[in-house]
């Protein structure tokens, strides 16, 4: 579409108020551009913080034993920013981080949804039956020296039992990991591969 002309008027008052009105108007337009662009950018942010708590609250939620449907959405926990799922295998005891980014699974899902397709492998051998890992949470893989050091600052200061899993989703979670030769593995085994249900391998 080519930009509509714009016929100024002939006679000198009409010219000048015309002239003034495209100058305040050319401003009020750019003003507008920018706070669209403020407002989708906190939006957004807001939208983070909201798949954030999403995240948390599906945490705490399995820590306490609830049920672990519902759960975040794999691309609402990818934009969250929290890409690693960590199960534990209620057969050896071994617990496995899952990455999200990397699994081949519908991103609209729910995480909870990935279950019935991991299995440990150790177990597989050694007993010949798939046993499913129970999902433990969503952890940032990268959750900055802040909510390390408040995490161990809650740890050891007053009301330290109510924040244990607090301290095991964020300042231990590095710690506790058994070395990686000894971790089982969980294998993502999607039910079909077909081109239409392939999601995008990465959600950035
Ligand atoms: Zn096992």
């Known amino acids: 579409m080519s930009p509509r002309v714009i016929q100024m ?13 495209l ?26 913080l909201a798949h954030r708590l999403e995240c948390e609250e599906w945490n705490a939620r399995l820590f306490l034993g609830g049920d ?4 975040p959405a794999l691309a609402d926990a990818i934009d969250a920013g929290a890409t690693l799922l960590k199960v534990k295998c209620n057969a050896c005891r071994a617990t496995r981080r899952v990455d999200l980014t990397h699994v081949i699974w519908p991103r609209k899902n729910q995480v909870h949804t990935l279950r019935p397709k991991l299995f440990c492998e150790p177990c597989k051998v050694t007993t010949d039956h ?10 940032d893989p990268n959750p900055g ?36 030769s000894m971790q089982p593995h969980f294998l993502e085994r999607p039910a079909t591969r077909s081109r239409g249900n392939m999601p995008r391998r990465s959600c950035s």
């Open 9 to 21: 008027p002939l006679s000198g008052g009409d010219r000048k108020h015309f002239a003034r009105e």
């Open 23 to 48: 100058r305040r108007v050319e401003s009020l337009h750019a003003e507008f551009v920018k706070r669209v662009d403020a407002a989708y950018a906190a939006a957004k942010d807001q939208l983070r």
């Open 68 to 71: 672990e449907a519902p759960s």
């Open 130 to 139: 798939k046993v499913r890992p129970m999902p433990v949470g969503l952890f």
């Open 145 to 180: 020296p802040e909510a390390t050091a408040k995490a161990v600052r809650r740890r050891n200061g007053p009301g330290a039992s109510r924040i244990l899993y607090r301290c095991l989703t964020a300042a231990r979670f590095e710690q506790s990991e058994r070395p990686r």
